[in-house]
């Protein structure tokens, strides 16, 4: 172990100064050993997918990595030793903090899964009673039911990804879909609210003619109760 002295002084209550001395005590290894488990951790932390979520950080303690290599070629071990302990430091939290991320991460994207296969199988109810009567109306139904097998398609796509622990990749896919059904549910309400206006218009029309037959004919018109 290398074992740095530093001498100062201090007064003590006689007056006298003293000298006493401190031991620094530095790494065991050396600076090229420290910077080689330093790219060996942040090496690590990069297949562990740290980029996705730490991204700022990796990239700042990439280039701290490459500030040190500079540092040793120029001959400033020391400058470069200082920095290379608080590089270890960092990476050693980043370490702690990746871990902590991905677990959020993983507990997000599986309820977010979990949510839109309830919201497919809502969709596919709320499709069934479409009306089908017209070519417009069948044509809609078919154009939705072709997303809906889609959106299935995504969401075993979703599973891949989070069986891969590609957690942020199936948060952003799963967001998408969530956007995309929540367009079809806003659209649906509209055919419903045309479909409602429709058979009332219907019924009106129906009332008046029912209403004009009477009156050619005599009859008291009986309307539905």
């Given at each position: 172990?290398?074992?740095?002295?530093?001498?100062?002084?201090?007064?003590?209550?006689?007056?006298?100064?003293?000298?006493?001395?401190?031991?620094?005590?530095?790494?065991s290894?050396?600076p090229?050993?420290?910077?080689?488990?330093?790219?060996?951790?942040?090496?690590?932390?990069e297949?562990?997918?740290?980029?996705?979520?730490?991204?700022?950080?990796?990239?700042?303690?990439r280039?701290?990595?490459?500030?040190?290599?500079?540092?040793?070629?120029?001959?400033?071990?020391?400058?470069?030793?200082?920095?290379?302990?608080?590089?270890?430091?960092?990476?050693?939290?980043?370490?702690?903090?990746?871990?902590?991320?991905?677990y959020?991460?993983?507990?997000?994207?599986?309820?977010?899964?979990?949510f839109?296969?309830?919201?497919?199988?809502?969709?596919?109810?709320?499709?069934?009673?479409?009306?089908?009567?017209?070519?417009?109306d069948?044509?809609?139904?078919?154009?939705?039911?072709?997303?809906?097998?889609?959106?299935?398609?995504?969401?075993?796509?979703?599973?891949?990804?989070?069986?891969?622990?590609?957690?942020?990749?199936?948060?952003?896919?799963?967001?998408?879909?969530?956007?995309?059904?929540a367009?079809?549910?806003s659209?649906l309400?509209?055919?419903?609210?045309?479909?409602?206006?429709?058979?009332?218009?219907?019924?009106?029309?129906?009332?008046?003619?029912?209403?004009?037959?009477?009156?050619?004919?005599?009859?008291?018109?009986?309307?539905?109760?």
């Amino acid at each position: 172990m290398r074992v740095r002295l530093v001498v100062s002084a201090r007064r003590y209550p006689c007056g006298l100064l003293l000298p006493v001395v401190l031991a620094l005590v530095a790494c065991s290894t050396s600076p090229s050993e420290q910077l080689l488990r330093a790219e060996k951790m942040l090496y690590t932390l990069e297949a562990k997918g740290a980029e996705q979520y730490l991204t700022f950080e990796i990239a700042e303690l990439r280039r701290g990595i490459e500030e040190v290599k500079k540092d040793l070629r120029n001959n400033r071990a020391e400058i470069g030793e200082v920095s290379l302990m608080s590089i270890c430091s960092k990476l050693d939290s980043c370490d702690l903090a990746l871990g902590k991320l991905k677990y959020e991460a993983e507990n997000r994207s599986r309820k977010q899964l979990a949510f839109l296969g309830v919201q497919l199988k809502t969709l596919e109810v709320a499709l069934e009673r479409l009306p089908k009567l017209t070519y417009v109306d069948q044509n809609r139904y078919d154009i939705h039911m072709h997303r809906l097998r889609r959106y299935h398609k995504d969401l075993l796509q979703l599973e891949v990804l989070i069986s891969s622990e590609n957690y942020p990749e199936a948060l952003e896919k799963g967001s998408s879909i969530q956007l995309q059904v929540a367009k079809i549910f806003s659209g649906l309400s509209s055919v419903s609210s045309e479909a409602t206006l429709a058979e009332q218009r219907h019924a009106q029309n129906m009332t008046k003619s029912v209403t004009q037959t009477s009156r050619l004919t005599g009859a008291i018109p009986v309307t539905a109760q």
